[in-house]
T-cell receptor, first 112, second 114 residues
Framework: AQSVTQPDIHITVSEGASLELRCNYS??????LFWYVQSPGQGLQLLLK??????LVQGIKGFEAEFKRSQSSFNLRKPSVHWSDAAEYFC??????????FGAGTRLTVKP | SAVISQKPSRDICQRGTSLTIQCQVD?????MFWYRQQPGQSLTLIAT?????????ESGFVIDKFPISRPNLTFSTLTVSNMSPEDSSIYLC???????????FGAGSRLTVL
């Protein structure tokens, strides 16, 4: 069965610092991988997705993620965090959208 | 991408009552889903809303508790029946546009049951 693990429940970084949010998945085939962001009181917004091809994918708001099949990982990165990036981040895996699984989420706090 | 409107955005309800949440999409979509996000938790799929037929429920969710309608390709409702405090959650409508393979979410409906 497919599953997603986000090992970090809460991360705090200083504004301007780099960020990496971890995501590990378990899936029997080539997965579709996603990162979503949820700001307080909001729905989920897609940051980026990986289906195939180049394993480094660029998303919105300056985020990128790298698919590493050997490590079953799809970590999200940003070189310089802004205060507005404070939110909950969810990694998700699926092959079709009937069977998408979400990680538990990582809450990002940005220190001034 | 599709624009999804959910109503109500939030509500406070009494134990034992029922509440219907509406999801309106600005374009026809093949697949619509309802998710629940309990406080501090991730998203759990409740069911797939099927147009013109009964919804497909995930394990742990039943039609009597969460009846779903989908009369056409742009609209669906989720009812939370006989509510208890454990039903306090954010309920999210999501859709997949044809050929997109990406879930788009509404802003959610935050329910508090007293």
């Amino acid at each position: 069965a497919q599953s997603v693990t986000q090992p970090d429940i809460h991360i705090t970084v200083s504004e301007g610092a780099s960020l990496e949010l971890r995501c590990n998945y378990s899936y029997g085939a080539t997965p579709y991988l996603f990162w979503y962001v949820q700001s307080p009181g909001q729905g989920l917004q897609l940051l980026l997705k990986y289906f195939s091809g180049d394993t480094l994918v660029q998303g919105i708001k300056g985020f990128e993620a790298e698919f590493k099949r050997s490590q079953s990982s799809f970590n999200l990165r940003k070189p310089s965090v802004h205060w507005s990036d404070a939110a909950e981040y969810f990694c998700a895996v699926g092959s079709n959208n009937n069977d998408m699984r979400f990680g538990a989420g990582t809450r990002l706090t940005v220190k001034p | 991408s599709a624009v999804i409107s959910q109503k109500p955005s939030r509500d406070i309800c009494q134990r034992g009552t029922s509440l219907t949440i509406q999801c309106q999409v600005d374009s026809q979509v093949t697949m619509m889903f309802w998710y629940r996000q309990q406080p501090g938790q991730s998203l759990t799929l409740i069911a797939t809303a099927n147009q013109g037929s009964e919804a497909t429920y995930e394990s742990g969710f039943v039609i009597d508790k969460f009846p779903i309608s989908r009369p056409n390709l742009t609209f669906s409702t989720l009812t939370v029946s006989n509510m208890s405090p454990e039903d306090s959650s954010i309920y999210l409508c999501s859709v997949v546009q044809t050929g997109a393979n990406v879930l788009t979410f509404g802003a959610g409906s935050r329910l508090t049951v007293l």
